[in-house]
């Protein structure tokens, strides 16, 4: 199995929602990707969350951990050929509106943190999710 670094983060906007992306049009996550040769992991999360959401104003609150899990295959279910080292963030914006850069990223939504876990379609994003949303403050 190839392994693979990707960050991304837990983006809490100023009514205290979390930002949630949908990826390939066929699942829910965090915004989060692949890290570039020579990009540092806040690097890559930063222009992930701005290329699936259009979020570029963000304020680094503290480093939320890491896991991992399969890559997601296209048309659901897990990728046994990637597992990926998904380092998190935290940040807050007051940037309200979003529009994703990445074509292959469509949607993004202000969810309530109470909302994010059941639109999440991997289950250890849920976990993820679930483990840090207590220390979120909202």
């Not at 670094?5 to 990707?33: F, I, Y």
């Amino acid at each position: 199995m190839k392994k693979s670094l990707s960050a991304g983060g837990v983006v809490l906007n100023r009514r205290g929602e979390v930002l949630v992306v949908n990826q390939n049009r066929d699942s829910w996550s965090l915004p989060k990707g692949h890290v570039d040769p020579g990009e540092s992991v806040l690097e890559a999360a930063r222009r992930e969350i701005l290329e699936e959401s259009g979020v570029n104003d963000l304020t680094l609150v503290r480093e939320l951990g890491r896991y991992e899990r399969p890559r997601i295959a296209k048309g659901g279910g897990d990728d046994p050929a990637e597992l990926k080292i998904i380092e998190m963030f935290l940040f807050k914006t007051a940037q309200m509106e979003l529009k994703p850069i990445d074509p292959d990223n469509p949607e993004a939504r202000w969810v309530p943190v109470g909302e994010v876990s059941r639109l999440l379609t991997h289950a250890k994003d849920r976990a993820f999710f679930e483990l840090v949303a207590p220390e979120l403050g909202v």
